[in-house]
């Protein structure tokens, strides 16, 4: 029998995307680099499974502090006995927690549980989960927040490159003239538009009157209805979503990247919150809570497209927990962030836009001494949330 002999935490920083033509890092990440937190888990045979929260890209030494907390339910234990380890993490964090950035770090826990579970059977995750051989994820693209027209158009040209054919751009309520330009120049290249409004952390944020207005400001400018609208309604608008769906028509309305169980977000399904579900199993608890709202987003008949905004360990565990849940199109994440390569055992598979997974046992990740020194944590590589927009120049979109 298998025993966990050590976890840890680790850190890694990497220059992410263009400091120079990207609103999201001039506001928020203004060192130009970014962090991916790490948990480590290595077996009395020298195997080690990797999983990751998303924590640590906000609050990197929370992520570590709580890791620490947690080691001690781990050590010793048998990795395949998934729902007591689990359980007992849980119970560590779960007083002042239970919802909220501890679950970032139990979900790191849980997927690099599943890798070991998966390496110790000689099968990648997906398999083990049940997903076909034989199916491949079709991809949209996610970006969207160049500060104007020609990072953009650039951006879209590495968009046709892959063969993706859907774009999510960011836009708030007063960004009519971007989303339509934005549709105008996409269509070009044979790619439709989403819109990410940005609204999950907004108190207060936009009402259900911003968002029915500026879709129809769209389309008074020439534009179309956005293939979806993600995070339209903020933390203290969720019960209004239903009503949303039911007012604007045309558009499907997505969301649940920041909910934190399986629990919570699948009572958004049931109370009729979205057309598209979007758990990230580096946020939810694990892949298990992620297949758990694929279960019953197929119950209510809605697609569930995950949340991959991290880096590779949590990209990889959530193309699993899609490939084993059904699900048939993912996020694809188009800025550059070379971490995102460097992890991984084989190469991104991508062609006419859609990914095929490895049939290599675990996740498909590996941490190597040379990564650990190559992208060695920053202390100045944290997101910053709190931020000032008025000093940014505004762009011509016209």
């Not at 179309?224 to 609208?229: E, I, K, Q, V, Y």
């Not at 590996?366 to 190559?374: K, M, V």
Request: hydrophobic residues 45%; glycine residues 8%; aromatic residues 6%.
């Amino acid at each position: 029998m298998a025993k966990i002999v050590r976890v840890r935490s680790v850190l890694l920083s990497a220059p992410y995307s263009s400091r120079e033509d990207d609103l999201e890092v001039i506001l928020h990440l203004p060192s130009g680099w970014r962090t991916t937190g790490l948990v480590e888990i290595t077996l009395d045979n020298g195997l080690v499974g990797l999983g990751e929260g998303y924590l640590a890209v906000f609050a990197p030494r929370v992520f570590e502090r709580i890791v620490e907390l947690v080691t001690p339910a781990l050590i010793g234990r048998d990795p395949r006995d998934l729902a007591r380890l689990l359980r007992d993490v849980s119970l560590v964090t779960g007083y002042w927690s239970l919802q909220g950035a501890a679950q970032h770090v139990v979900s790191a826990v849980e997927i690099a549980l599943q890798d070991c579970r998966a390496q110790l059977l000689n099968l990648p995750v997906w398999r083990v989960l049940g997903g076909s051989i034989h199916r491949s994820l079709s991809l949209y693209a996610s970006g969207g927040d160049a500060v104007g027209p020609e990072p953009m158009l650039r951006e879209m040209d590495r968009i046709q490159a892959l063969g993706i054919s859907l774009l999510k751009i960011r836009a708030r309520n007063h960004q009519v003239d971007k989303t339509c330009w934005c549709q105008l120049h996409a269509a070009k290249r044979g790619i439709d538009i989403a819109v990410d409004m940005t609204q999950n952390l907004a108190i207060p944020s936009q009402s259900i009157n911003d968002v029915v207005r500026y879709l129809a400001a769209v389309l008074r400018s020439g534009g179309r209805a956005p293939a979806f609208l993600e995070e339209a309604l903020g933390p203290q608008e969720i019960q209004q979503y239903a009503s949303l769906r039911r007012q604007v028509t045309g558009t499907r309305i997505a969301g649940g990247e920041i909910v934190t169980t399986s629990t919570e977000l699948i009572h958004r399904i049931e109370q009729g919150c979205y057309d598209i579900v979007q758990p990230d199993a580096t946020v939810v608890g694990g892949i298990g809570p992620t297949l758990e709202v694929f279960a019953a987003a197929q119950r209510h008949s809605l697609d569930v497209y995950v949340h991959c905004w991290g880096g590779p360990v949590g990209m990889m565990a959530n193309y699993h927990a899609a490939l084993a849940g059904g699900g048939t199109v993912t996020e694809w994440p188009i800025k550059s962030y070379a971490l995102r390569d460097a992890m991984l055992i084989t190469p991104w598979s991508i062609s006419e836009g859609r990914l095929t997974l490895p049939d290599v046992p675990g996740l498909g990740v590996r941490l190597t001494p040379q990564i650990e020194r190559d992208f060695a944590f920053r202390e100045d590589a944290v997101y910053r949330c709190l931020v000032d927009a008025s000093s940014v120049p505004k762009a011509d979109w016209h």
